[in-house]
């Protein structure tokens, strides 16, 4: 007779099935900048924050001894400046449910847990990974922005939509903030992704124009997206952009549909302040149907080329500038009127833990008792933010309408 599963058997079980290796697999599709960041273990210092070293400004103190070979006097040394910039993880927590049914089905072999679990395990970690991709572009600046609102209608900017955050947002719960006011809560009833609408259960009084909407509870605890690391033009991680240009990042006003030719404008801008590596550059859907008819001029013909990156249906273009290779990416969490030419590389996930089934402090601790419903919880936990080394390396587009 099989014993009835316990606490201790089913954490048994989840380490033996799930290893660190096959949760890292469980990663939707439409997530793509996420996998491409690389998870920094650190230590925390004073004021629970992690202190990054970054190099803002070359050293100057050189002297120029011409041509007569005389013992010439040397000019003071004019310091590079290094300084650390301060960055602070953030927690987030995603929950799911396995009932006391589920789990007695699961107690007879290994293959009767997977089976009884799959779902679960792997809908926390698309759904926390999915979370964890829209906060990556738009940590501190909202998902998106209304446009206009008819009864619990919400209809989204057209430059503020992007198609991903929404596709399966029924039930999520969303705070309409007008900068530091919180207007209130509503639930997701329906999304029309066409219409670039949200209808709720019912909207918060006040609710108009120009309000932002953020996730339930995400407003003030979310951290620095690419977004708003390539808006800044003041302090960011304790580092101020008007004191060090290296600190900020180019931004390209489009002002119409984005062709290769904006394109090369805009990194053109970036290379003057340092831009000289590959790039990807990620756009939303609707400015891909725009610029892919365009691909022909510029699409790379060598060893290289590959039927994916550049035919008559295609997943990424690449072409030659002067940067180097730009990678274009159509997706679907880019909102349409804006455009992200990155160098990952000097991004990196800064924290304490990547995402992670483990209760922190616990040890090796996956599942509790609920303690008012027959089953058990699984958490899924993450605790880091985004950082990047060189600002001045990355590239906005803004103002691109797609018409």
């Not at 007695?104 to 964890?132: C, D, I």
């Amino acid at each position: 007779m099989a014993t009835a599963n316990t606490i201790a058997t089913l954490n048994g079980n989840f380490k033996k099935v799930y290893t660190s290796q096959g949760l890292n697999k469980i990663i939707p599709s439409s997530v793509k900048i996420l996998p491409l960041i690389d998870f920094i273990p650190s230590e925390k210092q004073g004021g629970l924050s992690y202190n990054v070293p970054v190099v803002l400004q070359n050293e100057h103190g050189v002297t120029y001894g011409g041509e007569e070979g005389e013992a010439f006097t040397l000019n003071a040394p004019v310091a590079g400046a290094i300084r650390e910039a301060s960055v602070k993880g953030n927690e987030i927590v995603m929950r799911g449910f396995l009932s006391y049914g589920a789990a007695s089905r699961a107690e007879k072999s290994e293959a009767a847990f997977v089976r009884s679990t799959k779902h679960l395990v792997e809908n926390l970690k698309e759904s926390v990974s999915k979370k964890l991709e829209a906060e990556i572009l738009y940590g501190q600046i909202g998902l998106a922005k209304v446009d206009s609102v008819a009864s619990n209608t919400v209809t989204i900017q057209t430059a503020e939509f992007a198609s991903g955050l929404w596709t399966g947002a029924e039930g999520m719960r969303i705070e309409f903030h007008a900068g530091a006011t919180n207007r209130g809560n509503a639930t997701v009833s329906s999304v029309d992704i066409e219409a670039r609408t949200l209808t709720f259960d019912s909207l918060p009084a006040g609710v108009i124009p120009g309000d932002d909407l953020f996730e339930l509870g995400a407003k003030g605890k979310e951290f620095a997206g690419i977004h708003k690391i390539l808006t800044n033009t003041g302090s960011l991680f304790g580092i101020d952009a008007t004191q060090y240009n290296l600190w900020k990042s180019t931004s390209f006003a489009v002002g119409g549909n984005l062709s290769f030719a904006k394109v090369n404008e805009g990194i053109a801008k970036a290379v003057g302040k340092g831009l000289d590596e590959d790039i990807k550059l990620y756009i939303s859907p609707a400015t891909w149907s725009k610029l892919a008819s365009d691909q022909a001029a510029y699409r790379r013909y060598d060893s290289s080329y590959k039927s994916e990156k550049a035919d008559n249906g295609f997943r990424s273009i690449e072409f030659f500038s002067q940067n180097g290779m730009v990678e274009i990416m159509p997706h679907t969490y880019i909102k349409e009127g804006f455009a992200y030419g990155l160098v990952l590389d000097e991004f990196e996930k800064v924290g304490s833990t990547d995402v992670t089934f483990q209760m922190p402090g616990a040890g090796e601790e996956f599942f509790r008792h609920l303690d008012n419903a027959s089953g058990f919880e699984l958490r899924c936990y993450a605790d880091w933010a985004i950082f990047c080394h060189k600002p001045n390396k990355q590239l906005l587009f803004t103002g691109i309408t797609n018409a």
